[in-house]
């Protein structure tokens, strides 16, 4: 008995599924930073922001844990720090998608809301990275 495959087709690249890698654009609030370093010097302003970055760094991996975890409630108060932190600093979008996730949180929408989170992290990290251009 003798086993034979087949040798499949060539595979057309256009017949194949679009594999989706989401990306957009960061505001930051530059007139907010150079407020920032205006009012509390140069050295004050750095300490402030690098202060803040690391921070959301931190909350934005807490938010991660909470949303796997089911702690939901958790997740509300993260958000709320993630905001706070954001609307200090002037990441504008960081602080418009932690908006949407606590409507998220608010309607109980849980597939809306591991997609938002999902997109909070990427705009955080992001404006994390940006945020150093602006500086400038």
């Known amino acids: 008995m003798s086993c034979e495959f087949p040798i499949p ?12 890698c989401p990306a957009e654009g960061v505001r930051i609030d530059r007139e907010l930073l150079a407020r920032l370093h205006a009012e509390k010097g140069e050295a ?4 402030l922001v690098c ?9 934005l991996s807490r938010a991660a844990r909470d949303y796997c975890e ?12 993630i905001s706070g932190i954001a609307l200090r600093i002037g990441l504008i979008s960081v602080a418009q998608v932690a908006a949407a996730v606590t ?18 992290t990427r705009v955080g990290d992001r404006s994390m990275f940006d945020i150093w251009d602006a500086r400038s």
């Open 9 to 20: 087709p060539p595979i057309d690249a256009a017949a194949l599924p679009t594999r989706l």
């Open 44 to 47: 004050a302003a750095e300490e």
């Open 51 to 59: 202060g803040a970055v690391g921070r959301m760094e931190d909350l």
């Open 70 to 81: 089911g702690r939901l409630g958790d997740l509300a108060q993260t958000n709320g720090e």
């Open 103 to 120: 409507d998220c949180l608010a309607r109980g929408d849980t597939t809306a809301l591991g997609a938002t989170l999902s997109r909070l």
